[in-house]
């Protein structure tokens, strides 16, 4: 991390867990831990926690964040969220691109962009997720997969508006999996992704720009993947749904 030049941020990905009591004692337990953090705290939550979350973080230095938003302001989309739709309740960020997302419900680099765009016209921050499977990870074709995936996503992103983006480097392969990328693969990867938002901006848009790890961060390892230079904090999955564990990250990135 740099923390000169840019704001670290550790964000849970709560995924499709915890109803509200679970919430409220998570949320709870969680406030006394990380009252002290010196990163940013963000808590994305699944919809039907929002309420529950914006509550019992109001007054606090916790944020709250959707896992996801449709791309139309309203209309016959059965099932989704729009994202102006968050930002009336007071929700600040929003997961975009999450590989999850693109696995199992045909997200791809265009309806990334379009969500991102809506995410962006609606006031909130987006949190965009980009990375590769195990297969372009082994045929040597990360970058130029990363690549693509951030260029797409922020095309018709103004400067300006790049400083409501944070990016989170998610080796898909990493996911879920108990696997880690190494602390170098991790640096490597996100130092690529600032050099892309550099050549696509400037070298001050790229420097200010927040980039996350996500894969599998967890206490054990957060401390050395927060160590390097480009990784500015975590999107954290599994040890999010523990206060402890998500506590001693956040700690970590002190």
């Known amino acids: 991390m ?3 030049l840019r704001k670290a941020i550790v964000a849970g990905n709560w995924k499709m867990n915890n109803d509200r009591n679970a919430a409220k004692k998570l949320i709870t337990e969680l406030n006394p831990l990380v009252k002290d953090a010196a990163c940013e705290v963000v808590l ?22 959707a896992e996801n938003c449709h791309w139309a ?4 989309f059965t099932g989704e969220i729009s994202a102006e739709m ?3 309740m007071g929700v600040e960020y929003v997961i975009i691109g999450h590989s999850e997302r693109r696995q199992y419900f045909g997200e791809t680099d265009q309806t990334v962009q379009a969500r991102v765009r809506a995410a962006l ?7 965009l997720c980009v990375g590769e499977v195990l297969e372009q990870r082994e045929q040597g074709i990360t970058e130029e997969v990363v690549a693509l995936q951030t260029k797409v996503a922020l095309g018709g992103v103004s400067e300006e508006e790049l400083s409501r983006i944070v990016i989170a480097y998610e080796p898909v392969w990493a996911i879920g999996t108990g696997k880690t990328a190494t ?3 991790a640096e490597e990867v996100c130092a690529f992704i600032r050099s892309v938002v550099a050549k696509l901006y400037s070298k001050a848009a790229a420097d200010a720009l927040t980039i ?9 390892n957060a401390k050395e993947l927060l160590s390097k230079e480009d990784v500015d904090g975590g999107l ?8 402890s564990d998500f506590a001693a990250i956040i700690e970590a990135a002190r």
Not at 44 to 65: K, Q
Not at 121 to 127: C, E, P, R, S, Y
Request: aromatic residues 4%; contains cysteine.
């Open 183 to 185: 602390a170098d693969q």
């Open 121 to 127: 016209d609606a006031g909130l921050k987006v949190i």
């Open 212 to 220: 996350q790890y996500g894969g599998s961060m967890k206490p054990g």
């Open 2 to 4: 740099n923390k000169t």
């Open 236 to 243: 954290i999955g599994g040890a999010a749904l523990v206060a």
């Open 73 to 76: 302001k309203s209309g016959a």
């Open 44 to 65: 994305c939550v699944p919809y039907t926690n929002l309420e529950t979350a914006l509550s019992l973080c109001e007054g606090t230095n916790m944020h709250v964040g």
């Open 86 to 88: 968050l930002a009336e």
